[in-house]
């Protein structure tokens, strides 16, 4: 029975937390405020405003209703944002569809979610062309020429987006529903069975907004976001609602640039005409923004870019520090909102030296409000905040996701006790600091002991000559499992294996790993590149499989 209610007086509004509350201050402050893609086409927010109107009579023409699954195929553009509000204000599922998955997986999330409409790029009209006639619900595409004409195609084709948006009308009345409504849905694929959807209400994505917000706007200096900030996402729009962060660029008024496909050179050269300080990306990308600036002798420093999706290597770090660039990391996961802890320097932090402050920033940082992080032992007990010991992330906050869309056993698991399990192996300090240690199946129990392939990646990063590197578990009568590491060289070195081994010994008389996680000679292979996942992680389903051939 609830007690002590406050009872409203009936004309009083309940103010549900709806994705079109985002656009208030937006609208009211910062109005001329711009977006510009690719530095090609520029307008004003109350544009947008405008454009978010005509996208919504536009869908509404084709029949779009309070929940219906409208899916996305795009580059990051405006069109992106256009859709990040149009579709849930609404009332409609806006369906971020990850476009570098097979035709196959696509086609089987398309199915799966029920997308009726789909907005898609002119270079991913082939693959939907391959696939169209599985798809079981889908009733009109709407073509995103991008300047171009419209390719051939045999597809129910509502029109060109330009076209289409040009003949619409600006004026939709979004109405008020209740805030759990389902706002947007995507994929996560896991390493076995079919791709799992996850979803997110309008208020889950209302609260991750003020959460990261919160942490990002509250340091006096360093790692944070304010007012002059220029926001350019550089993390795909259809990973995760590219982190959340166009809704938090838009809440907060920023100039926001999209730059489109991701082609490094382009995104250093906007970097520097646009003036962007904000960014987002995974390892690989902030790699390939060096080697691009480098190449073309442009300056990266004061450039805030926050690392997720994967650990920061460290030696990457330290590359992008020493271009000046304000580099730290953050984590989550697809389930999580995502973001659940930000690697924000602590106020006032004076690092003992260049190598400590390297691994606060590549640490998994401090949870973020709304947060209850907890490390714990196999019973849910906390485990001790020593920095060693070593426990399961669990979570509770308002904005994670609640289960996986139509599969309640897996979403019991996730949620088991409820706690929302991220099968993440972590240790926390005294100060808060958290540090990922691996996955759960990632980790290499070898010889009696528990080796974090992350820390033996990290280590082997830093040996010089070495680019990149992946270690995993691999199968052995002797030890149960040993470590394995595939290594790219940097162009012209010729490091080998002993200088790994030299480099890891090092470690191991210093007691900072076990002499177990050091990789046997013969289980040290120097490849061309690491294979990724769709999202620019390591796939190291994939190397295992390599490991054993
Ligand atoms: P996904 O749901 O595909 O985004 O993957 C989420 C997983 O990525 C997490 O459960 C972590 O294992 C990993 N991850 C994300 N961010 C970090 C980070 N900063 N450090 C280490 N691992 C991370």
Request: proline fraction near 6%; hydrophobic fraction near 40%; aromatic fraction near 8%.
């Amino acid at each position: 029975m609830q007690e002590n209610l406050i009872t409203p007086t009936p004309s009083a509004y309940a103010f549900p937390l709806l994705v079109k509350q985002l656009l208030l201050n937006a609208m009211s402050i910062h109005g001329e405020q711009e977006i510009t893609y690719r530095g090609e086409r520029r307008y004003r927010f109350r544009q947008f405003r405008e454009r978010i109107g005509q996208l919504a009579s536009v869908l509404r023409a084709l029949n779009v209703r309070h929940g219906t699954t409208v899916a996305v195929m795009d580059w990051d553009s405006h069109r992106y944002l256009e859709s990040y509000f149009a579709i849930p204000m609404m009332g409609a599922t806006l369906f971020t569809v990850n476009v570098r998955l097979s035709a196959q997986q696509i086609l089987y999330t398309l199915n799966d979610s029920k997308a009726e409409v789909i907005l898609v790029h002119a270079d991913f009209v082939p693959m939907l062309e391959e696939i169209k006639a599985e798809l079981k619900s889908l009733r009109r595409v709407i073509v995103i020429a991008d300047g171009e004409a419209v390719p051939a195609n045999t597809l129910p084709l509502a029109g060109e987006y330009e076209a289409l948006m040009d003949q619409a009308s600006a004026d939709f009345d979004f109405p008020e529903f209740d805030e759990r409504t389902k706002a947007a849905t995507f994929y996560t694929t896991g390493t076995t069975g079919d791709p799992k959807g996850v979803a997110y209400s309008h208020r889950d994505i209302v609260m991750h907004a003020m959460s990261t917000a919160m942490s990002l706007c509250s340091p006096r200096e360093g790692q944070r976001l304010h007012r002059e900030d220029v926001y350019m996402p550089i993390t795909p729009m259809f990973h995760v609602l590219a982190w959340g962060m166009p809704y938090i660029a838009i809440m907060l008024g920023l100039k926001t640039v999209l730059p489109g496909r991701y082609i490094p050179e382009r995104l250093v050269s906007l970097r520097e005409s646009e003036g962007v300080t904000f960014s987002h990306c995974v390892p690989t990308i902030l790699q390939m923004l060096l080697d691009a600036s480098d190449v073309q002798g442009k300056d990266l420093s004061g450039w805030k870019l926050i690392i997720g999706g994967s650990a920061m290597p460290p030696a990457l770090c330290e590359a992008a520090l020493d271009r000046g660039m304000d580099v730290f990391t953050a984590y989550g996961m697809s389930e999580t909102g995502p973001i659940v802890s930000l690697a924000q320097l602590p106020p006032g932090y004076q690092p003992k030296d260049r190598q400590e402050e390297v691994r606060m920033r590549c640490a998994t940082g401090r949870p973020v409000p709304f947060v209850d992080f907890r490390i714990v032992d196999g019973n849910l007990n906390d485990v001790a905040r020593d920095g060693k010991q070593q426990g399961e992330v669990v979570l509770r906050s308002p904005f994670l996701t609640k289960g996986y869309v139509g599969k309640p056993e897996a979403s019991e698991e996730l949620w088991a006790a409820s706690y929302l399990h991220t099968q993440d192996i972590a240790v926390m300090g005294q100060d808060g600091f958290v540090r990922i240690v691996d996955r759960i199946k990632d980790v290499i129990k070898t010889g009696g002991e528990w080796v974090s392939s992350i820390e033996v990646e990290s280590l082997i990063t830093g040996v010089a000559g070495v680019q990149e590197c992946a270690v995993v578990g691999v199968r052995d009568e002797k030890w149960g499992e040993r470590p394995m590491a595939f290594v790219v060289r940097k162009p012209d070195a010729n490091v080998g294996v002993e200088a790994i081994r030299d480099g890891l010994m090092q470690h191991v008389d210093s007691k900072r790993i076990s002499k177990y996680a050091v990789p046997d000679p013969d289980r040290i292979a120097f490849v061309a590149e690491i294979p990724k996942t769709s999202v620019g992680k390591i796939n190291k389903k994939l190397l295992r499989e390599r490991a054993v051939q």
